[in-house]
C-alpha cells in the first residue's frame, strides 16, 4: 500500500488537485496518482502525469468520493459549531459550551479539492459568417480500403444546430469518412456537397506532414489568415500559450502538445463555421483539453469530431453517429450517456481506452 498525496483530475470544466490525506490505494490498480516517493503510473515512477476524470480508475474514484463524502460531513458540522457559537458565545449559561466547540472547530481538517493554477489556453472558435440552414448531403457513401468495406452505403444530413460525435471501435471508417468530406479521398461510391454558406476548418488524426517545413509557427500561421500583420496572427498564437520567443520556434522542434496547439490556432483564425475534428485530444494535457471542450461547447457552428474524452463528448455533442464494423451507420440525435443508455450493444461497442500521451 502506497499513501496517496495527491491526484490532479478534471470535471464539470475545471481542473483540481486532490489531497485526500491519510487514504491509501495500491500501486497496482493503475492509477496515476502523486505519492510520497513521487509520481506513479501503476508501479512505475516516471515523470509527472495526469488523470482525467473519466480515465480514473474504479479504486481511485472511491478515494475521492470517500474523501469528498468525508468533507461535506466535516462541512456540516463545522456550520453546526459555527451557527451555535454565533448564537450562544454571549449567552452565560451557555458560554462554557460555546467554548467547547470552539475547541472542536479548531480540531476540524478538511482535505484539500482546489482548482489548478496551471495557464489555460484561450480557445475560442468564431465563424466569419453565420451557417444557412443547408449544411452538408451526404448520400450513399461507401469507401473499400485493402478488401475492407469501411463505409457501406452512408446517408445523412446536417443541420445548423448540428454538434455530432463519431464514435465506436471503427476507428479508421471515421478518420476515411473525414478526409472523404474535406477532399483528401474520393468515395468509391455515392457523393456528398456542402451548403453554399459553410466553411470547413478540419483537424486531421495524422497531421506530421503539416509541420515538414522550415517555417517558424508564426510564419506558418500567417500563410493560413487573410490578414497578414504579424500582431495579428501571434494573437492568435499568443492565446495558445506561444508568446515571446516561443512566437519564432522552428516548426520540426516543436513537441505533440505544441503542434496540436499551432493546429487549433489555426482553426481558430480561418473563421471557418463548420470544424472537423479528428482525435484532438492527443498530446494534450489537461489544460488545453479542458479549454477546446468549453472553446466546442460555445462555438456557434456545426461540429463533427471523433474524441475519447468522454466528457468532451458528452457536453458537446447532441447527435451521435457510430459507424459499426462493417461500415454501416447508426445516426440518433441524442446525448452521449443517453445513447450508451438506450442501447447496451453500443456500450459492448465502445472501446475508449485511457491515454497515456500528454503535452510534453
Known amino acids: 500500500m502506497t499513501k496517496v498525496i495527491g491526484v490532479r483530475f478534471r470535471t464539470a470544466g475545471k481542473i ?9 490505494i495500491k500501486t497496482g490498480d493503475k492509477v496515476i496518482v502523486e505519492t510520497a516517493r513521487g509520481v506513479e503510473f501503476g508501479s512505475v515512477v516516471t515523470g509527472p502525469k495526469e488523470v482525467e476524470d473519466d480515465k ?18 466535516k462541512e456540516e458540522k463545522i456550520k453546526e459549531l459555527q451557527d451555535f457559537i454565533s448564537r450562544f458565545s ?8 460555546a467554548t467547547s466547540r470552539k475547541r472542536a472547530l479548531e480540531k476540524i481538517q478538511l482535505d484539500e479539492i482546489k482548482p489548478s493554477s496551471r495557464k489555460y489556453p484561450y480557445i475560442d472558435f468564431r465563424p466569419n459568417r453565420e451557417i444557412g440552414n443547408e449544411v452538408l448531403t451526404v448520400e450513399g457513401l461507401s469507401k473499400t480500403i485493402d478488401g475492407v468495406k469501411v463505409l457501406d452505403n452512408i446517408s445523412f444530413t446536417l443541420g445548423h444546430d448540428d454538434k455530432v460525435a463519431f464514435v465506436g471501435s471503427n476507428e479508421v471508417a471515421k478518420t476515411v469518412l473525414f478526409k472523404i468530406l474535406i477532399g483528401e479521398m474520393e468515395p468509391d461510391e455515392g457523393t456528398y456537397k456542402w451548403g453554399v454558406t459553410t466553411s470547413q476548418a478540419y483537424f486531421p488524426k495524422d497531421f506530421g506532414g503539416e509541420f515538414d517545413s522550415d517555417y517558424n509557427i508564426t510564419e506558418w500561421l500567417t500563410q493560413y489568415s487573410e490578414e497578414k500583420d504579424v500582431t495579428y496572427v501571434r494573437g492568435f498564437l499568443g492565446r495558445m500559450l506561444f508568446s515571446g520567443e516561443d512566437g519564432v520556434k522552428k516548426l520540426k522542434v516543436l513537441s505533440g502538445g505544441e503542434k496540436v496547439r499551432c493546429l487549433l ?18 498530446h494534450l494535457d489537461m489544460e488545453s483539453i479542458t479549454a477546446l471542450n468549453n472553446g466546442l461547447i460555445k462555438f456557434p457552428g456545426v461540429l463533427l469530431f471523433t474524441s475519447r474524452d468522454h466528457q468532451i463528448v458528452q457536453t458537446t455533442a447532441n447527435r451521435i453517429m457510430e459507424i ?22 453500443a456500450r459492448k461497442r465502445q472501446t475508449y481506452t485511457v491515454s497515456t500521451e500528454e503535452d510534453d
Open 90 to 97: 454571549a449567552n452565560a449559561s451557555k458560554s462554557k459550551q
Open 16 to 24: 483540481y488537485f486532490f489531497s485526500p490525506g491519510k487514504l491509501e
Open 265 to 282: 490556432s489555426k482553426m481558430m483564425i480561418s473563421g471557418a463555421n463548420v470544424l472537423l475534428l479528428d482525435e484532438p485530444t492527443n
Open 324 to 345: 459499426v464494423p462493417g461500415g454501416q451507420l447508426i445516426d440518433k440525435i441524442t446525448t452521449y450517456d443517453e445513447y450508451l443508455e438506450s442501447d447496451e450493444m
Open 56 to 73: 480514473i480508475t474504479q479504486p481511485l474514484k472511491s478515494v475521492i468520493r470517500l474523501a469528498t463524502e468525508d468533507d461535506k460531513k
